[in-house]
């Protein structure tokens, strides 16, 4: 059963919500403010597979509750609803662990479209810690990227990824020194039918410097091609 957690403060707003989740076959949990929201994580123990966050919520913001759901689980996909007038929420939102975000007002197509592709990557992450154990592996210099364990090591320590980050680097370490343009890595992680705006893939690589560069500002591997989008650097 596909299982998310809503947590939304605004009835009206949360009903929406979980009406049309449950027209598309989702298993809905409720809750109405962040504390509410994280109890109900730990009773599930892991069986929620999205987790879609107001930001502006009671007792525990959204933003928290993401950084907390994130310190938890590096497999869980997360979505947070913004205002449009909350565009640093959006930033900070994304570099917490957040794998995408929903401005409000948004249609119910929109939203299918931006939780549907978050569950194809959980999926993805079940289907293959549940096959064999052997494995296919990339090495970059001190850098080994597991496909099959879905985990990446810095000289051979874990370094922990989201979905939405594992996804980025498996397409660099496929393409080593070639230029990757913004909208190529957009189609490739998020699909052709994404609803936002380039800016979060830059965010997703600011946050992918932060875990991989020895000096974030200045980074050896993750190279920014002015006017064109990312290389890595192998």
């Excluded at 919520?57 to 909350?86: F, H, N, Y």
């Amino acid at each position: 059963m596909k299982r998310i957690l809503v947590a939304e403060d605004e009835k009206s707003i949360r009903e929406f919500i979980v009406i049309n989740l449950k027209r598309n076959g989702f298993e809905v949990v409720e809750a109405d403010n962040g504390e509410k929201a994280l109890q109900l994580y730990d009773e599930y123990k892991g069986e929620i597979d999205i987790a879609l966050l107001d930001i502006m919520m009671p007792v525990v913001d959204g933003l928290e509750v993401c950084k907390q759901l994130r310190k938890k689980s590096s497999t869980l996909g997360i979505i947070i609803l913004t205002a449009k007038t909350q565009e640093m929420d959006k930033v900070t939102g994304l570099l917490v662990g957040a794998d995408d975000y929903v401005t409000k007002p948004f249609s119910p197509s929109e939203l299918m479209a931006r939780i549907d592709a978050i569950y194809r990557r959980v999926t993805l992450n079940k289907e293959f810690a549940a096959k064999s154990d052997k494995r296919d592996v990339i090495e970059l210099g001190e850098f080994v990227l597991n496909l099959r364990s879905r985990s990446l090591t810095k000289n051979g320590k874990i370094i922990e990824l989201t979905q939405v980050e594992f996804q980025i680097i498996e397409y660099f370490f496929a393409h080593p020194n070639v230029p990757l343009e913004r909208n190529e890595i957009l189609n490739h992680v998020w699909g052709n039918m994404y609803y936002g705006d380039e800016k979060v893939v830059d965010v997703n690589i600011r946050r992918l410097r932060m875990k991989l560069e020895d000096d974030p500002s200045t980074p050896k591997n993750l190279t920014t091609i002015w006017g064109v989008g990312y290389k890595w650097l192998a």
